[in-house]
């Protein structure tokens, strides 16, 4: 059997940087036979400058959104984004200017699932409101965890909104079935509760995608029934926000509507304190939930121009993942471009942290890391180029 043996400056194999003059050999289908000193590798040995890592894992994403780019401005704050997204989303061939061709939204698609496989991303979460993104993932090199997303405001109206993302979550498992696939809620400002217990009873011991916590607003909506959002709601026709009051914040308000033994994925998080992540805590060991913090730092500077409190989550001891989120709120789908956002805001975060975000602990929020995430013997994780500088990425393999 032919192997493939490279070496770089440094090797991380998931969880750790390695010390010495290490090789990585793979099998001819990038299957990691293992991880050896250079003086027992024997000859035909690649050498690159930088770094090599597992393949990426992009736990948010919207990939279906891909010919929104450039759409909607920046730091608008989330409700006017969101307002944008409704209106500009289903005019796929509107210009951009009157410049430029009217956009084609299946290129688009193409092109941004081919950037994210170059950049080294292995596996991607991605969000679902239709059956668009199909066909460009049965041939992609990269592995799907399709969220499809449940977005309902009327109790009265659960099941009927629960039945039609189902037909669409049929489609998925019928033409993508080696790609796990399940309804999640969108965001707590968009669910009713009871759509939200529906989506509990069928996502037992699966993988949920939440957005959490995205504006300041959306603390305000449960504790007082006023704010920004009431702006959203307004554009729906509704005079006055449909949610309860509960008078607590976000997440102790939408979390517990969530016990199955879930997978969560709490996407964003800009503005989440200690007592949420301790309320968190507490009810996802009564209830068997993983949780995982995914932050997107790229898109939380497009809409809201702030960072999530990435310090306080590693303070906490929170799991943490990332995301790129859409190309209606990001300029690229990089993994590597919001690893370097975080390491710039926030230098005393050890690289090998965060390229353990972007990794091993992104396999595990998507059930994935029997394959992926790691170095460890017999996984096909992909292996990625970090240059020296820590300013770019490819896919080795």
Known sequence: MEFRKIRADQIFN???????????????????????????????????????????????????????????????????????????????????????????????????????????????????NTTDTIEAKKTSGMHWYNFIEVLNLSDAKSNEAINENQKILNHFLLELPAHPSNLTSHAPYTVSS???????????????????????????????GEGEFLKLYAFFNLPKSPLPITGKRSLPTWLPSFTNQQNVLLIHNTFTNEDDLAFAGKHAEKHGLNLFYCICPNANLYIENKLPPIDLFVNFGCTMVLGTDSYSSNHQLSIMEEMKTIHRHFPNIPLSTIIKWA??????????????????KKMKPGVVLINSEFTSSRRLV
């Open 14 to 128: 998931g969880y750790q940087f390695i010390n010495g003059n290490m090789v990585l050999v793979l099998d001819q289908q990038g299957i990691v036979q293992d991880i050896i000193d250079q003086e027992q590798a024997g000859g035909d040995i690649e050498y690159h400058p930088g770094m090599l890592t597992p393949g990426f894992i992009n736990c948010h994403c919207h990939l279906e959104l891909s010919h929104m780019k450039t759409l909607i401005p920046t730091a608008t704050g989330l409700v006017e984004f969101l307002l944008n997204v409704v209106q500009k989303r289903v005019l796929p061939d509107t210009p951009l200017s009157k410049e430029q061709s009217p956009v084609d939204k299946w290129k688009a698609i193409l092109d941004a699932e081919k950037e994210m496989y170059q950049s080294g991303i292995s596996a991607v979460g991605d969000i679902c």
């Open 194 to 224: 009871l759509t939200a217990n529906l989506v509990n009873q069928s996502t037992k011991q699966k993988t949920i995608s939440v957005h959490n916590q995205e504006t300041a607003a959306e603390n305000e909506l449960f504790e007082t």
């Open 359 to 376: 990794t091993v602990n992104g396999a595990k929020a998507l059930g994935m890391d029997h394959e992926l995430g790691s170095f460890n």
